[in-house]
């Protein structure tokens, strides 16, 4: 039986003399919402394009549901869903409704066009702009979609760079909840990188920090503050404290 969803030891990636990341190991267990923070430049995002498969590691193992990355990219591929800046189309022609079911046609899937419809309703994008182009959506409703692209094909593991960014507070809640519930029904493991200290205190009771490629803190959320005041003190100290001795 496979235990963790995220399972890395050791993970690296080098640019030239630049080491971007260094020697990351992390357990994650399946259906666990698990939140990774970090300053700008920390090495969060390379860290998720090596575990998504985008960026070749230059050491270290990664399994993602017990497929090594490294060897296995196709069926790491098919398990993953992922919203980033680098996965939006937010200047598209295409309505949502055909840019979501251009995904569907790829990954084969039976009735395609009522499993879109099922998606953008999860993701709450209001059926009036479903048929409209995806260019003239407001930066949230840009987001849904991009979200609502991840989802497709149901996918065990969801890799979320500030996803919610451009979301009002209900939107947020909204999506948060969506979260939950893959969580609790589908047991779908959330990998998620935020700025946001109370989405991440909300949603994640593990988390981890990076700064300078290094992981600095891994451990439960609450440790970190019985309340979100604490919580982003703490964190700002422990990133401020990095930052003073690299």
């Given at each position: 039986?496979?235990?963790y969803?995220i399972e890395?030891?050791g993970?690296?990636?080098r640019?030239?003399?630049?080491?971007a990341?260094?020697?990351?190991s992390?357990?994650?267990?399946?259906?666990?919402?698990?939140?990774f923070?970090g300053?700008?430049g920390a090495?969060?995002?390379?860290?998720?394009?090596?575990l998504?498969t985008?960026?070749p590691p230059?050491?270290?193992?990664t399994?993602l549901?017990?497929?090594?990355?490294?060897?296995?990219?196709?069926?790491v591929?098919g398990l993953?869903?992922?919203v980033?800046d680098e996965?939006?189309?937010?200047q598209?022609t295409?309505?949502?409704?055909?840019?979501?079911?251009?995904?569907?046609?790829i990954?084969?899937?039976k009735?395609a066009?009522?499993?879109?419809?099922k998606?953008l309703n999860?993701v709450g994008l209001?059926?009036?702009?479903?048929?409209k182009?995806i260019g003239n959506?407001s930066?949230?409703?840009?987001?849904?979609?991009?979200?609502?692209?991840?989802l497709m094909?149901h996918?065990?593991?969801l890799f979320l760079?500030?996803?919610?960014?451009?979301?009002?507070?209900?939107?947020?809640?909204?999506?948060?909840n969506?979260l939950r519930r893959?969580?609790?029904?589908?047991?779908?493991?959330?990998?998620?990188?935020?700025?946001?200290a109370?989405e991440i205190?909300?949603?994640?009771s593990?988390?981890?920090v990076?700064?300078?490629g290094?992981?600095?803190?891994?451990?439960a959320?609450?440790?970190l503050?019985?309340?979100?005041?604490?919580?982003?003190?703490?964190?700002?100290?422990?990133l401020?404290?990095q930052g003073?001795?690299?």
């Amino acid at each position: 039986m496979i235990e963790y969803a995220i399972e890395t030891d050791g993970l690296t990636r080098r640019f030239g003399d630049f080491v971007a990341v260094d020697g990351v190991s992390l357990r994650i267990p399946k259906g666990h919402l698990y939140g990774f923070l970090g300053l700008n430049g920390a090495g969060k995002t390379t860290t998720i394009r090596m575990l998504t498969t985008l960026l070749p590691p230059s050491g270290g193992t990664t399994k993602l549901w017990g497929h090594d990355v490294a060897k296995e990219p196709l069926a790491v591929r098919g398990l993953v869903g992922l919203v980033s800046d680098e996965t939006s189309e937010s200047q598209s022609t295409w309505t949502a409704r055909e840019y979501l079911g251009y995904f569907a046609r790829i990954r084969r899937m039976k009735d395609a066009d009522d499993h879109v419809e099922k998606i953008l309703n999860d993701v709450g994008l209001d059926a009036r702009f479903r048929g409209k182009p995806i260019g003239n959506y407001s930066t949230g409703m840009k987001r849904r979609v991009e979200i609502a692209r991840a989802l497709m094909g149901h996918p065990k593991v969801l890799f979320l760079d500030e996803p919610t960014r451009g979301l009002d507070l209900p939107a947020k809640r909204d999506m948060w909840n969506l979260l939950r519930r893959l969580a609790a029904t589908e047991n779908v493991t959330t990998f998620l990188s935020s700025h946001d200290a109370q989405e991440i205190r909300s949603l994640c009771s593990e988390i981890s920090v990076i700064a300078n490629g290094k992981l600095i803190y891994t451990g439960a959320t609450s440790e970190l503050g019985a309340d979100l005041d604490t919580f982003e003190e703490k964190l700002i100290e422990l990133l401020t404290q990095q930052g003073r001795t690299a």
